[in-house]
């Protein structure tokens, strides 16, 4: 019996155990189950090596505006320009890949294939930096604290955002025991050091 046979029998075992089992039990139980049989799944797919268009982005001096934050406001200041950046990116046909603290990974031409992924990519990149601008622009909408004062320092008014591009070859596959989608190869790696060197504006 194969792996997914066991899983798919236990599943149905739990399920005739609602009677004996507290109901949050069983389903707790079978949403464990189905994220394996999902992970096998997603292991069956073949790594494929493809051209695709890699956009990096970062928040430059991350640490000095950090330091002039309290961790709470970083993170309010973090998860929000995330919200709005990734929706710039997915506006333009790019796949979130990841995102790695103060930095986002993008892929345009992945999973699906995408002709103009160097100009999307490009064109996405000028979009976060008017985006960047807007936030700049902006108080954020959240309540205000006893003493009526924005609860965000004014550090965000100084909030810069590096993006680097590159297109190449790379192998898309899963990887790690949580069998990520990502993209491996040089062309990564270019695309991470070119945006560290380089601060792209609109």
């Known amino acids: 019996m194969t792996e997914r046979e066991q899983i798919e029998q236990a599943i149905a075992v739990l399920e005739t155990q609602r009677a004996v089992l507290d109901d949050a039990v069983v389903d707790t139980m079978i949403a464990v189950a189905r994220e394996r049989l999902h992970a ?15 956009l990096f982005a970062d928040v430059s001096d991350f640490m000095a505006m950090a330091e002039a934050m309290d961790p709470e406001e970083v993170g309010d200041t973090i998860n929000d320009l995330w919200t709005r950046l990734d929706r710039v990116i997915v506006a333009h046909g790019g796949m979130i890949d990841k995102h790695i603290g103060d930095g986002v990974m993008a892929l345009f031409g992945a999973p699906a294939a995408c002709e103009d992924g160097p100009e999307q990519a490009v064109r996405a990149a000028l979009a976060i930096q008017r985006e960047v601008r807007r936030m700049q622009a902006q108080e954020p909408v959240l309540p205000l604290t006893d003493d009526s004062q924005p609860p965000w320092p004014r550090a965000t008014r100084s909030l810069a955002v590096r993006v680097g591009i590159n297109t190449g070859p790379v192998l898309l596959c899963h990887v790690g025991t949580t069998l990520e989608y990502t993209a491996i190869g040089d062309a990564v790696n270019v695309a991470s050091e070119f945006h560290e060197r380089l601060d792209i504006s609109g």
């Open 40 to 54: 096998l799944d997603k292991a069956k797919v073949t790594p494929q090596r493809k051209q695709v268009t890699i």
